[in-house]
């Protein structure tokens, strides 16, 4: 069945480092691609989506590539902040997941620290 | 402001006790959802509903229940038979169509006494 891997975490970096959380997927049709941001004691934001291979998604600095020769969707930050401290989740949408067109599968998420 | 509004932020349940989960959406979205949430698990489907008064088992729906008798709220119960129910739960919702993004609310922490 379809699947997402992340990297495991917890990461933990330096104010102003480059990030890079690593995540791949499998799935048999075309699915749409997307990373969620979930701060401590709070639900799933959005962060970026991708709906076709070679998009590229981006928010508040963060930036994805959908790279469908690589099964990848790999989440970057060329200069992370305190504030971007989070748990972020890889997730995708085949439309066709137990019946229910509206479900994401999720990876298990990755823990990031920044450090001052 | 639009959103989905889960109640309480923390619950908590004695032994053998049933509990409720509100979650209720003010988005006009068909399908509602929720989640369990365990460290190191990511997230895992409980129960979808698609339309009222219908729903969907998911990944783990042993030892649930839920009800959609209107659009706007999907309750879920957290029976007895549930043995291990500390978690944390999150409800979302969409309109239910294919590659569409998921809205979540900001989740019930449920912990055993």
């Known amino acids: 069945g379809d699947s997402v891997t992340q990297m495991e975490g917890p990461v933990t970096l330096s104010e102003e480092a480059f990030l890079t959380i690593n995540c791949t997927y499998t799935?048999?049709?075309?699915?749409?691609l997307f990373w969620y941001v979930q701060y401590p004691g709070e639900g799933l934001q959005l962060l970026l989506k991708?709906?076709?291979?070679?998009d590229k998604g981006s928010n508040k600095g963060f930036e994805a590539t959908y790279r469908k020769e690589t099964t990848s969707f790999h989440l970057e930050k060329g200069s992370v902040q305190v504030s971007d401290s989070a748990v972020y989740f890889c997730a995708l949408s085949d439309g066709n997941y137990g019946g229910s067109q509206g479900n994401l599968i999720f990876g298990k998420g990755t823990k990031l620290s920044v450090k001052p | 402001d639009g959103g989905i509004t889960q109640s309480p932020k923390y619950l908590f349940r004695k032994e053998g006790q049933n509990v409720t989960l509100s979650c209720e959406q003010n988005?006009?979205?068909?399908?509602m959802y929720w989640y369990r949430q365990d460290p190191g698990q990511g997230l895992r489907l409980i129960y979808y509903?698609?339309?009222?008064?219908?729903?969907q088992k998911g990944d783990i729906a042993e030892g649930y229940s839920v009800s959609r008798e209107k659009k706007e709220s999907f309750p879920l119960t957290v029976t007895s038979a549930q043995k291990n129910p500390t978690a944390f739960y999150l409800c979302a919702s969409n309109r239910g169509k294919a590659n569409e993004k998921l809205f979540f609310g900001s989740g019930t922490q449920l912990s055993v006494l």
């Open positions: 988005l006009n979205h068909d399908a």
């Open positions: 799935a048999t049709g075309y699915p749409s």
């Open positions: 509903s698609q339309i009222v008064n219908d729903f």
């Open positions: 991708a709906t076709k291979a070679d």
